[in-house]
Every structure is written in C-alpha cells, then in structure tokens.
Nanobody
Framework: QVQLVESGGGLVQPGGSLRLSCAAS????????MGWYRQAPGKPRELVAT???????RYAASVKGRFTISRVNARNTVILQMNSLKPEDTDVYYC?????????WGPGTQVTVSS
C-alpha cells in the first residue's frame, strides 16, 4: 500500500504562482510513475504533468511552459510548480503514483485562480 498526502492548494490571483506537493509513504519501492491530474465538477479527470523514475516528464499542452513537475526524493515526493496561473486552471488537483500493477491517488487539493 502507498499513502499520498497533498498540500499547497489555495486561492491565487491570475498570473500568480502556487506549489503543490505530494508526499508518499508505505511501499514506494515499486513506484515508477508519478503525476498530477485535475478535475472540474462534471468533467473527466485530465492529465496535467507526469514524471517517471528515470526523470522523463510529460505535460498537457495547456500547461506546458507554465508548470514544472519534479521529484524531491527518488520516489517519495513529487512537486508541481505552477506559474502564470489562469482562471481556467481552477480545479481539484490529484497526485497519482503508480507501479506496474496498481495506481494510487491522493485525496485532492483545491486550486482556485480568481481576482
């Protein structure tokens, strides 16, 4: 089992920045994929950014150049630095850790971009 705890969400004005953090505990040795997804009410969850155990990153087109995903420790903590935030970035953000056989989700953290 892997437990995920997210932090860093909140309210920010357009053009501002937020830093989301997701810390994992438990059996993290099999984790090879970490990522952030977001979901608005009534809409499907969508990929924001991912990073694999070898450091390969991937971003949604809507956030490329504004968001950066990184790892603090090899498989323990993943960070999403969000800059130049827009109102359309308002969503609940979920972190995701995956092994070859299973995916784990955090409870979600609200990000609201509004003036």
């Amino acid at each position: 089992q892997v437990q995920l705890v997210e932090s860093g969400g909140g309210l920010v004005q357009p053009g501002g920045s937020l830093r989301l953090s997701c810390a994992a505990s438990g059996n993290i040795f099999s984790i090879y994929y970490m990522g952030w997804y977001r979901q608005a009410p009534g809409k499907p969850r969508e990929l924001v950014a991912t990073i694999t155990s070898d450091g390969t990153t991937r971003y949604a087109a809507s956030v490329k150049g504004r968001f950066t995903i990184s790892r603090v420790n090899a498989r323990n903590t993943v960070i999403l630095q969000m800059n130049s935030l827009k109102p359309e970035d308002t969503d609940v953000y979920y972190c995701n850790f995956a092994s070859a056989s299973r995916a784990y989700w955090g409870p979600g953290t609200q990000v609201t971009v509004s003036s």
